[in-house]
């Protein structure tokens, strides 16, 4: 692509191709297990707007890098599942390597009195983890009660990078920004009988960064993302063929965290509706 005006420098032309090769096998070592692999290859390229996209206003300012490289990334994974006389157990291996990682990031210059955002390749990110993942019915012996959990654990570092936020080697071994250690998802459902359902869920997620050198250490304040941990319950009522009502209550627990800006605290919902 070619862009030129009167206020912008002719951009030189660019054409780049690229593969992405995906693959999987799957094999049944037992009439109740199944093991899978995969391993992929991935490229995302730059926006028209990062590549060529400056802007600026009178408090903010986003800079445009013609230059930037493509994000490519292999992801493998490792799978072993098995079939449970009430459910479904998965436990899954993962690793991705991606060079060239496009990330903005938003800095404010003091001098200029503007927040100045661009958009960087990061050298290399290596990423590794596990996932535990449980789906079930009639849990523990109790009829018409199910339950799906998952919990993963992730390790994800700057391996490379020859950009920096502040300093030289300021991102070298930090966390990859939007990536927690820990995070965890559960949910309960029990029919209580065949009109009324009552549902509770809970989701946690542990420490993350929303910059490349992990200096946001206070995720509870504007701009930053914090751990949480919430609960939430939802009932149905089955009022006949036609109407059925429900009521819930996110964030039960009233829980305080951010992602950027505070999420909602407690909040209530109804619901009436009506099928022809």
Known sequence: ??????????????????????????????????????????????????????????????????????????????????????????????????????????????????????????????????????????????????????VTYAQSLIKDNAGFVTTPGDTLGKWQPNIPRWRAAALASYRIDPAWTASLGARYSGTQFRTLNNADINGRTYQGVSPYLTVDLRVHWKIDKQWRAAFGIDNLNNARFWNFHPYPQRTYSAELAFSL
Do not use: C
């Open 1 to 150: 692509t070619r862009i030129a005006s009167a206020n912008l420098p002719p951009y030189a032309a660019r054409s780049e191709r690229y593969v992405s090769p995906k693959a999987a096998l799957s094999f049944e070592p037992g009439r109740h297990w199944l093991l899978k692999a995969s391993l992929g290859r991935a490229v995302r390229m730059p926006t028209v707007s990062e590549l060529y996209g400056a802007t600026s206003s009178a408090n903010a300012q986003f800079i445009n890098d013609p230059n930037l490289r493509p994000e490519r990334s292999w992801t493998a994974e490792l799978s072993g599942e098995q079939e449970l006389s009430n459910g479904l157990f998965r436990l899954t291996a993962f690793m991705e390597n991606t060079r060239d990682a496009l990330y903005s990031q938003t800095t404010f210059d003091p001098a200029a009195n503007k927040n100045i955002s661009r958009v960087q390749n990061v050298g290399r990110i290596g990423t590794q983890g596990v996932e535990a993942v449980y789906n079930g019915d009639d849990v523990g012996g109790v009829r018409e009660l199910a339950f799906n959990g998952s």
